[in-house]
């Protein structure tokens, strides 16, 4: 099983900068997905992007239409580590922002990851 804590949620006006972190312990695979996705009070969970890797080599990674350009997905694969760094944050990017890992996948649905973390909260003033 894999143990996943993220970090880095705050209040951040907007046009701001925030950059989240998802620390991952336990059981560790070679070929792994990690994902974020983010849920906003009376909205359903959404995906945001996707990073895979085999090993120390990202395979590929992908956003949502929404966040393209403005955030990236990274790892640091010593740390055991995920990135989320999110620029040109805009007031819809408020939500609870959550990691979620699990076997390579394409998939962009919730349902596709195993393995959950708690949830940190982004906030965006206008």
């Known amino acids: 099983q894999v143990q996943l804590v993220e970090s880095g949620g705050g209040l951040v006006q907007a046009g701001g900068s925030l950059r989240l972190s998802c620390a991952a312990s336990?059981?560790?695979?070679?070929?792994?997905?990690m994902a974020w996705f983010r849920q906003a009070p009376g909205k359903e969970r959404e995906f945001v992007g996707r990073?895979?890797?085999?090993?120390?080599?990202?395979?590929?990674?992908d956003y949502t239409d929404s966040v393209k350009g403005r955030f990236t997905i990274s790892r640091d694969s010593a740390a055991n580590t995920v990135y989320l760094q999110m620029n040109s944050l805009k007031p819809e990017d408020t939500a609870l922002y959550y990691c979620?890992?699990?076997?390579?996948?394409?998939?962009?649905?919730?349902?596709?990851?195993?393995?959950w973390g708690q949830g940190t909260q982004v906030t965006v003033s206008s």
């Open positions: 336990g059981r560790t695979f070679i070929t792994y997905s």
């Open positions: 979620a890992g699990g076997a390579a996948t394409t998939t962009r649905s919730s349902t596709g990851y195993r393995d």
């Open positions: 990073i895979t890797w085999s090993g120390a080599t990202t395979l590929y990674a």
